[in-house]
């Protein structure tokens, strides 16, 4: 069908000014990725001059039948990759007609964290590492594995190569550049231990902007997924057994913590983030407590306990940042299916903001 | 096949002027459109300088066997997406050797309407969204559902993402870049919420070129999906039960509808529509009463009502046009197998023309 690839691949800006804007949300289940697109006059390249829109939120689960628009504000926008040319990926939240977030709109209340003086001047820092697994159509069973039955125990895919070892290298791989083309700082890719699951790295990136590129970096990842045949799930235990579950491990600094004496600004951190466990653990994903369960990796959901190079525990710090006495730490309790928004945000609001 | 695309993608303006011309026009049930190439001497821009041409009408259903030429009589010209170079799209309409339009040419009373001066002085201009359905080839099922069963049911479709969510995207975005390289004014496209249903928008447009712009818009279309294996369906209501149907909602504004008081102007309008619902309903599509039964965002064939922001009224007007003051409104009654020729002229017919 290489007609029909020759069409989509068209390069438009022999024949016209004209662009094509694809406008991205967040669905009524919070983690349900909606697009549509719009033809504009022009290349734009700042989010305040792209023109609000609209879409039908009684569709999503947004908003009823009789009253059903929500409107679209541009936050952020990307390179195409898949229209390339000119065209863009533009990130939105959402709104009533009267200018009130609706809802699901996480990124308003993470967006006004940021913008705390007190937050603003700490730059906070996140990298954060989206864990996600590859399902076969129609029967959702992991990609690789047979059906009606399973591979060998973990211990090969982690990094593994090898086609009895790695399963989707296609999609990963081509979502990588995908991503570096968007302009989204995607800082690493790697094979997990459960073999047809896989992690790719976003950050470090600043404030709101962590959310926003994690956010398009799934968008290209489902996108990706659609076209290879293949399901994305963010659950963040998709097999029972003796089988990882899926992260979303968020690293973070702030300026304090990356500056001589940090070590210490960040054992306060970690004392504070341990007072609120309960408050966090609750915002951190769907399901988390099939994950969390102390073994393959992870901290029980109950305990709040950090250790340095410590996999099992909820918050680990690097080696690197013990020896220099500055640096980072990871917070690994988060699930694969978190909201960047919301997790960011709160773990700024806890550590900068909060008072015991 | 390298051999064949090499030769459907050769550049001819390498070796001669001369360009391929395809002319298409409807056939004999008012919704097949058929079309044949010809040769000419060099490249044409300007409708008027091509020449008539005919063809067998007898095997279209539009004229008997022993006097089977119809007359084609080119009306508007547009860059060809899948021969490209110099090479154009002609739409036609028919007309019989003593000059008459022949039964099916509806874009001959079209273009009298919107030649009428007060028509003319009013500038209306259209926004068409035109819905329509894919389906597996040979089994005619829709794209993306199992063979002898149904999909989960709606709600994850709508501007959907993913594998299991959005089916034929390589359809839509190829057939977005090609009109936009044709020249039609294709102002956006979204997945829809029955799954395998997708929408593209045209306009605005101005008079009679939204119904040429639309026609040929359906003609590329049904070229890409032959191209891809895929049946393409305008059924307003392809699959019985809790599944969406298929529309052309249609926005419509004049200038006095845009200018300042243009709201009252619009409920004025709304109100000479309501007048005439039957009519209206009437031309505006076969098949129609199986998708508009009150439920699945439609109003009841049989009632007639609007709302600002409700998608479950006959006529939709935005929230930005209630609040503004002037504007444009949606007539969310055509179904996706209207001709815009009829319906365009018939809302322009009865808003500026008819007298209760």
């Given at each position: 069908m290489s007609l029909l690839s020759d069409l989509v691949n068209l390069n438009l800006s022999d024949c016209t000014e004209k662009i094509i804007a694809e406008y991205i949300w967040i669905g009524g289940s919070g983690m349900d990725l909606r697009s549509k697109a719009r033809t504009l006059s022009g290349p734009v390249?700042?989010?305040?001059?792209l023109p609000k829109w609209n879409y039908d939120g009684s569709s999503t689960g947004q908003a009823p039948g009789e009253d059903s628009e929500v409107i679209l504000y541009p936050q952020a926008i990307f390179k195409d990759p898949?229209?390339?040319?000119?065209n863009i990926l533009v990130m939105c939240d959402a709104y009533t007609p009267a200018g009130e977030p609706i809802p699901t709109n996480k990124r308003c209340a993470a967006a006004k964290i940021f913008r705390h003086p007190d937050v603003v001047a700490e730059e906070p820092w996140y990298g954060i590492e989206q864990e996600y697994t590859l399902l076969q159509k129609?029967?959702?069973?992991?990609?690789?594995w047979p059906l009606g039955g399973y591979p060998g125990?973990?211990?090969?895919?982690?990094?593994g190569v090898g086609v009895d070892k790695a399963f989707g290298r296609d999609i990963v791989d081509s979502h990588y550049k995908a991503c570096l083309y968007a302009g989204i700082n995607i800082s690493g890719i790697n094979g997990e231990v459960m073999p047809g699951q896989w992690e790719f790295q976003v950050g470090p990136a600043v404030g709101i902007s962590a959310g926003d590129e994690l956010w398009i970096a799934r968008y290209i990842l489902e996108r990706i997924t659609e076209i290879a045949g293949v399901v994305l799930s963010f659950d963040p235990?998709?097999?029972?057994?003796d089988w990882n579950g899926a992260g979303a491990h968020t690293n973070y600094s702030t300026k304090s913590m990356r500056c001589d004496g940090g070590y210490e600004v960040i054992k306060k951190a970690i004392q504070k983030l341990g007072q609120r466990h309960k408050e966090h653990i609750a915002a951190?994903?769907?399901?988390?407590e099939r994950r969390l369960?102390?073994?393959?990796?992870t901290a029980d959901i109950n305990t709040f306990l950090w250790g340095v190079?410590?996999?099992?525990?909820?918050i680990r710090v690097g080696r690197d940042t013990e020896k220099e006495g500055k640096g980072y730490f990871e917070d690994?309790?988060?699930?694969?299916?978190?909201?960047p928004y919301v997790v960011t945000s709160m773990i700024a609001e806890t550590t900068i903001v909060w008072k015991p």
């Open positions: 390249s700042d989010p305040s001059k898949f229209r390339r040319g000119n129609d029967v959702k069973w992991p990609i690789g125990p973990q211990g090969p895919y982690y990094c235990k998709p097999i029972q057994g951190y994903g769907e399901g988390n369960t102390g073994r393959h990796e190079a410590n996999r099992g525990a909820s690994r309790r988060p699930a694969s299916n978190m909201d």
